[in-house]
């Protein structure tokens, strides 16, 4: 098989020189849960939210060590957290908490965005992408007043004042975390019926696409579900059988978990799903598993070709409430061919559904899931261990509140806790993860600060690691090209498929002036905006900087530059040298998982 840029390729280049340490990781799966958080869903008669799959397993030790470092209130109950550098949104019940992250031993709530669209919101769902916060809110049931399925967007061009660009009501409902590629989000939905209000007759579950190209103007792009004959169906909340979470597995194709089981019974299995994305306005089932000894499964986290998920045995509560029971599974897969998934092991533990819900891996083959609970009824996150993926360590750490949504960076895991608020814990933290998926092909714009206030050897590493990094590049289906800066910027290799070309140019750079990284990023983007750009691949820029930027025209113009091309559908990687601080940096990746640290 061909090779394929990923941005873990260009970190190990520089772990092969030099201690790294990243800042960020991106939380591979969707938040699809189990649990008996859900409610009322579905038609007017009466519904129950989204229910969500939790995660069982027999009881085991202490866990690695996740420590509680500091907590706040938020206003409302908290549901999820989006990052974007220093600073945290917290998505609650009636509102959005702006959080400063920089001392997760002393968060601090520093704002607070309002809008009506977002009042009574038990399901409020935040991300950041392409330098906005955009949220997919609803009530948990049809019951509940307020102003229903929605999706905003804010601008966030000041990060620590979101501002609302559009509100937009949808046809859709009971969403589940959802997945963002490009400019399209694929947004799971799960939700049981009610008669009366306690008489459950119904389930469903789908899994839609939304193009995001234009944030004000949200487009239902095409859904999973269709009509089949005898079985339920709706418009507004999908096919037949429920829908727990999505994961990425590739550039082209996402699993979806959930069940087979229909109309108001346990009498199907946990299932995992493969859908085909490559034309996100007709996405499409290419392959179906089922989970032997279960009844509901989620969508699992993956690292490499090795992927975690949870599911349970009891499926859903007597007459709908709770929405899920039983006893966790943890299941482990082997993912190396993604359309032909291969089960390694099958765990049903003591551990059972408990409320709330989130994964996240912590640690290399550390996966932590939410929303169990043990045999006293104690809530804990399961920790699942798959260094040995074929005999995984499940074991459990205590936690005194159930956590809603979690996101792990570096050694941080921050976890929304519904009521109690908002809080952080230390985590082992993950060095190398590899990364779930990449493109087909790139055409990669290098960005070199060549500041002379950067040490010498420092700018020698960083030249032999990009020029180890081009190696690893499929050429002639990938392009790159070479830009360095300093107030002003040159682009000293225009896209090419020659990798000496592109090698020599980077040689030829020599350190010295004041440093705009601004107008690196305006120069790669105009490359990218060239003829020479290959319209099938994928365009990023990958910029290396100390984060000094005194020679920018003012404080603002290098993330005006960054957003503009992140806009233009261009990812960001930012790369930063030393300890300096990192605000900048972050500020201009693309998400918090494109952010890296190289200590010097």
Request: proline share 8%; net charge negative; charged share 10%.
């Amino acid at each position: 098989m061909p090779s394929r840029w990923c941005q873990i390729t260009l970190v190990a280049a520089f772990a092969a020189i030099g201690a790294w340490s990243q800042t960020q990781v991106r939380a591979t799966g969707g938040d699809g849960k189990m649990s008996g958080s859900g409610r009322d869903t579905t038609v007017p008669r009466t519904s129950a939210r989204g229910a969500k799959p939790a995660i069982p397993r027999p009881e085991g030790g202490p866990g690695p060590s996740v420590t509680l470092l500091g907590s706040v209130a938020t206003a409302s109950p908290a549901e999820s957290v989006a990052l974007n550098g220093n600073v945290a949104y917290v998505c609650d019940d009636n509102e959005i908490s702006v959080v400063n992250v920089a001392n997760p031993s002393a968060l601090q709530v520093t704002g607070t965005v309002t809008n009506p669209l977002i009042q009574t919101s038990g399901i409020s769902l935040c991300a950041v992408q392409r330098s906005t916060l955009s949220v997919f809110a609803d009530q948990v049931s049809t019951k509940i007043p307020g102003p229903g399925p929605v999706f905003l967007a804010f601008s966030l061009t000041v990060p620590t004042s979101p501002q609302v660009i559009a509100g937009t009501s949808l046809t859709k409902r009971f969403f589940q975390q959802p997945l963002y590629m490009g400019n399209y989000a694929f947004v799971p939905t799960s939700s049981l019926e009610f008669f009366l209000q306690f008489q459950w007759d119904n389930q469903y579950g789908d899994l839609v696409s939304m193009d995001l190209t234009n944030f004000g103007s949200p487009k239902v792009a095409s859904t999973l579900e269709q009509p089949v004959p005898g079985l339920s169906y709706s418009q507004t909340y999908g096919g037949p059988t429920q829908v727990f979470g999505v994961t990425q597995v590739s550039s082209s194709l996402l699993y979806i978990g959930g069940s087979t089981s229909t109309n108001a019974a346990n009498n199907g299995a946990g299932r995992l799903q493969t859908v085909d994305v490559s034309n996100p306005q007709a996405i499409k089932l290419v392959g179906q598993m089922l989970i032997p000894g279960t009844l509901q499964f989620a969508a699992p986290l993956i690292q490499g070709t090795t992927a975690v998920g949870i599911g349970n045995n009891g499926g859903v509560g007597n007459n709908g409430s709770p929405p899920a029971v039983g006893n966790i599974v943890v299941t482990t897969f082997d993912v190396s061919d993604p359309r032909q998934p291969t089960i390694l092991s099958i765990n049903t533990t003591s551990y059972k559904v408990g409320t709330g819900g989130g994964a996240t891996p912590i640690g290399n083959n550390l996966f932590a899931f939410a929303g169990v609970v043990d045999s006293n009824n104690n809530n804990v996150l399961l920790i699942v261990d798959a260094t040995n993926p074929s005999a995984p360590v499940i074991e459990s750490v205590s936690i005194p509140t159930p956590f809603t949504n979690m996101q792990a960076v570096g050694t941080t895991l921050y976890a929304t806790l519904g009521p109690s608020g908002f809080a952080a814990y230390s985590i082992p933290g993950i060095s190398s993860t590899p990364p779930s998926f990449c493109p087909a092909s790139v055409d990669a714009m290098l960005v070199i600060d060549r500041g002379a206030n950067i040490p010498s050897q420092a700018f020698f590493n960083a030249e032999t690691a990009l020029e180890a990094f081009i190696s690893t590049l499929h050429l002639p289906s990938d392009q790159v090209g070479v830009v360095s800066f300093t107030t002003a910027a040159t682009v000293n290799q225009t896209l090419t498929n020659n990798a000496a070309q592109a090698d020599s140019a980077i040689s030829s750079i020599v350190p010295g002036g004041t440093s705009y990284i601004g107008s690196g990023i305006a120069a790669a983007q105009a490359e990218l905006a060239s003829p020479r750009h290959n319209p099938a691949a994928t365009p990023m820029i990958v910029v290396l900087s100390d984060g000094v930027d005194v020679g920018a025209p003012n404080p603002t113009a290098t993330l005006a530059a960054a957003n503009t091309a992140k806009t233009a559908g261009i990812q960001i990687i930012s790369l930063q040298y030393g300890t300096g601080s990192t605000s900048r940096m972050q500020s201009i990746a693309s998400s918090a998982s494109n952010f890296y640290q190289v200590p010097q």
